[in-house]
Each structure stands twice: as C-alpha cells, then as structure tokens.
C-alpha cells in the first residue's frame, strides 16, 4: 500500500482544512487508517483512526468534536475535515494504514504498516 497524503496548509486560528490521503493497493479496503502529526520537538501523535468499514472511529481528546475522520473505500481515499483548527494544531499530518490493529493500541504509531510522506499544517493565531 503506498499513501500520499494532501491538503495541507495555512489557515488561520478558528478556520478549517481537509486533509486528504490517496492510498493504492488492492487490499487498501482490509485496512484500518489512522492521521497522526508531529510538531516540531515533539513525538509523533495519534489524532485519527477509522476502521475498515467506515462504521467505527476515534479520536484524540485534543480533537473530539474539532476534527472528522472518513473514508471511501471506492475511492482509495481517506479524509480528515479539521474544524475550528488551533495553533496547537500545528504539525505535520501523516495518514498510515494498518492490518489487524485492535482497539485497544488503535492510537500506536508503530502498530500501522505503511506510512504517507506528511502534508505541513500551519495555524496562525
């Protein structure tokens, strides 16, 4: 599965983006995806994560109710509207894509098998 994630950009405090992330691959439909970012100095984290059926997500407590993760399996593609984005949101994004994740380490980078190339998210104040 290759990933190539999209969307990213300057927005100012309060706005909205929607990062996108094509995927190619056969069995893209088998596999979980997550959106995870990486601010500068700082670890990657978890944001996002949606399974294979589209009918179970979850989400960071920084982001509940701010950010939707969805995706379409006809279209390879997978998607994270970002609403009332904040500085802190500042980092760069990275869709990843994993088989047989469990719930419970749903959140784990290094449970996800392939990995985007990162779209740079900026928010000003």
């Known amino acids: 599965v290759q990933l190539q994630a999209s969307g990213g950009g300057l927005v100012q405090a309060g706005g909205s983006l929607r990062l996108s992330c094509a995927a190619s691959?056969?069995?893209?439909?088998?596999?979980?995806m997550g959106w995870f970012r990486q601010a500068p100095g700082k670890e990657r984290e978890f944001v996002a994560a949606i399974r294979w059926s589209g009918g179970s997500s979850h989400y960071a407590d920084s982001v509940k109710g701010r950010f939707t993760i969805s995706r379409d399996n006809a279209k390879h593609a997978v998607y994270l509207q970002m609403n009332s984005l904040k500085p802190e949101d500042t980092a760069v994004y990275y869709c990843?894509?994993?088989?047989?994740?469990?719930?419970?380490?749903?959140?784990?980078?290094?449970?996800?098998?392939?990995w985007g190339q990162g779209t740079l998210v900026t928010v000003s104040s």
């Open positions: 691959g056969r069995t893209f439909n088998s596999y979980a």
């Open positions: 990843a894509a994993g088989s047989r994740i469990i719930t419970s380490v749903i959140a784990s980078p290094g449970r996800y098998d392939y």
